[in-house]
């Protein structure tokens, strides 16, 4: 029982300091000392820091779905206006941190993927479940209207997550909410419209 409690912990804290500097950034004695845990016991647990920053994405996408599920499950908003709902719960989010922090699904696809096969093919896995409730959501958006259906929901769920990481890449560099508020006010008077194009 001990060890596993010695390994939540370890694993709680490697979360927190990746998430601040990164997956290169980020050692095994940083972490270790994050858990207030002995440098051995990182080893006892975990086969590398590769298979440790695997776990640690499937920890951080575990609150990732509980964030989409909470945005867009609720069957008594729009669907336009569920997708417009998960935007703003994270941009608060990225508000309440200064906006020195974004999302760890993308800082580890710019810093893993051409090092990395273990981890690329984990984060292949992550979007395209990540995708899957957001292209449900703007079907039953292009079902009712509200959504153009000029292109499939699956490449539009593409489109806005893809977009969204972008713009939360600009967000850290400028430290404001200036690019996020931009990709919203765009995004949906243009490609989320009911028509597709611009909503005066």
Not at 18 to 25: A, C, N, P, T
Not at 69 to 86: F, G, T
Not at 185 to 193: D, E, L
Request: hydrophobic letters at 40%; a negative charge.
């Amino acid at each position: 029982m001990a060890k596993e409690s010695l390994r939540e912990t370890i694993l709680s804290a490697g979360l927190n300091v990746m998430f601040r500097k990164g997956f290169h950034g980020s050692g095994v004695r940083d972490i270790v000392s994050e858990a207030s845990a002995p440098q051995g016991s990182f080893t006892n647990h975990f086969r590398s820091k590769e298979a440790f920053a695997g776990e640690v994405l499937d920890r951080y996408f575990e609150h990732t779905r509980a964030l989409v599920s909470q945005a867009l499950d609720d069957p008594d908003i729009s669907p336009r206006e569920r997708l417009r709902r998960y935007l703003d719960l994270i941009t608060d989010r990225l508000a309440h941190d200064g906006f020195t922090r974004g999302c760890l699904i993308g800082d580890f696809s710019l810093e893993t993927a051409q090092v990395s096969e273990v981890l690329r093919e984990k984060l292949v896995v992550i979007y395209r479940e990540w995708l899957r409730p957001f292209a449900a959501c703007i079907a039953e958006g292009q079902r009712d209207g509200s959504i153009a259906s000029t292109f499939p929901a699956e490449e539009l769920a593409d489109f806005l997550i893809s977009s969204w990481e972008g713009a939360i890449l600009r967000m850290k560099v400028e430290r404001n909410a200036a690019p996020l508020e931009r990709f919203k006010r765009i995004a949906f008077a243009t490609v989320f419209n009911k028509d597709g194009t611009h909503d005066p």
